[in-house]
Nanobody, 124 residues
Framework: QVQLVESGGGSVQAGDSLRLSCAAS????????MGWFRQAPGKEREFVAA????????TYADSVKGRFSISRDNAKNTVYLQMNSLKPEDTAVYSC?????????????????WGQGTQVTVSS
């Protein structure tokens, strides 16, 4: 069992930056590939970014490529999402998730544990 707690969300202006953190419980964090997803009101949850369990491989949704960066610190049981050049369309609840996998996972159904999410609101 892995428990995930996100933090770092907030309300910002377009063009600003935010850094989300996701802290995981337990001693097995390094055995999981990690991902970030988001869900805007009235929309389905969508993939944002994912990272392999070693941190050596990452993948991004086209909509955030070049603006967002995912990283992890296995010693701190934490995964991060650095979000730069934020746009109003990035407004959503952002959730992190853990997958019993080695490589980055992009499918929602590929994840085994989910956090509660943190709200990110970007105004123009």
């Amino acid at each position: 069992q892995v428990q995930l707690v996100e933090s770092g969300g907030g309300s910002v202006q377009a063009g600003d930056s935010l850094r989300l953190s996701c802290a995981a419980s337990g001693r097995t964090f390094s055995r999981y590939a990690m991902g970030w997803f988001r869900q805007a009101p009235g929309k389905e949850r969508e993939f944002v970014a994912a990272i392999s369990r070693s941190g050596g491989s990452t993948t991004y949704a086209d909509s955030v490529k070049g603006r967002f960066s995912i990283s992890r610190d296995n010693a701190k049981n934490t995964v991060y999402l650095q979000m730069n050049s934020l746009k109003p369309e990035d407004t959503a609840v952002y959730s992190c998730a853990a997958a019993r996998a080695i490589v980055p996972v992009t499918r929602v159904t590929g994840y085994d544990f989910w956090g509660q999410g943190t709200q990110v609101t970007v105004s123009s």
